[in-house]
């Protein structure tokens, strides 16, 4: 019998970040290198699960 011997856990998130790098698509004179700018008010959401436990006795 699995008696506390699994647990679970599941998570939601969102979280808004400021001075987030993105591309800003130009590119550096001379080089192949591109720049990047700080954008506000950057949203990220997503979720995580977890599941732990013991298959077999041993």
Same mark, same amino acid.
């Given at each position: 019998? !699995?008696?506390?011997?699994?647990?679970? +856990? !599941?998570?939601?998130?969102? !979280?808004?970040?400021?001075?987030?790098?993105? +591309?800003?698509g130009r590119i550096i004179p001379g080089?192949?290198?591109?720049?990047?700018? #700080?954008?506000? #008010?950057?949203?990220?959401? #997503?979720? #995580?699960?977890?599941?732990?436990? +013991?298959?077999?006795?041993?």
């Amino acid at each position: 019998m !699995v008696q506390n011997r699994l647990t679970a +856990a !599941v998570s939601v998130f969102r !979280v808004k970040l400021d001075h987030v790098a993105q +591309a800003s698509g130009r590119i550096i004179p001379g080089t192949t290198e591109s720049t990047d700018e #700080g954008k506000n #008010g950057t949203v990220s959401r #997503g979720m #995580g699960s977890e599941v732990n436990g +013991a298959v077999t006795d041993n």
